[in-house]
């Protein structure tokens, strides 16, 4: 009985090790209008929701919950809109515990919206060059329809 709880054991430690701790973060608006910054959290939060749909049981990944985010977003006053934004986000993900990050940036082009999304590797603190979601173009009043797209193209980046 002793051999089957320590080999349960053992394979439930290596288990909870190969799930990835994913930190979803608002994307960055490059626009500058600040009627768009309410789109940053938007993008954030359904983008883990999304992700989260797709490994409800956490086999591959864990999403780091929101309140977490928030929490610690507002504790170094992150902005999102703040050219600072990218470098400050790093003091916050390290401590979250998370190995990678999606984040990404928007922008309005005639009256669409460009969105880039990334996964970023939280050792290196590079994008991962094959799981990107790139030069996503939406009207304004559909931008929420990239979610899925954005989660298409970085999912094969978090399922290993």
Do not use: C
Request: no cysteine; glycine share 2%; proline share 6%.
């Amino acid at each position: 009985m002793l051999s089957i709880f320590y080999d349960f054991s053992i394979a439930f430690f290596l288990f909870s090790f190969s799930q990835l701790r994913i930190a979803v973060l608002p994307f960055q608006n490059m626009d500058g209008d600040l009627s768009l910054n309410l789109l940053s959290y938007q993008l954030q939060d359904s983008v883990a929701k999304l992700l989260h749909q797709y490994d409800s049981t956490q086999k591959y990944f864990v999403i780091i919950p929101a309140d977490s985010i928030d929490f610690l977003v507002s504790q170094f006053n992150l902005d999102p809109t703040n050219p600072q934004y990218p470098t400050d986000m790093w003091k916050a993900v390290k401590m979250l515990n998370a190995d990678a990050v999606i984040s990404g940036t928007f922008n309005r082009k005639a009256e669409r919206i460009l969105i880039n999304a990334y996964i970023y590797d939280v050792n290196t603190k590079l994008a991962y060059p094959d799981h990107q979601a790139r030069d996503i173009f939406k009207p304004e009043d559909k931008v929420m329809e990239a979610v899925p797209i954005i989660v298409k193209k970085l999912l094969p980046g978090l399922i290993q």
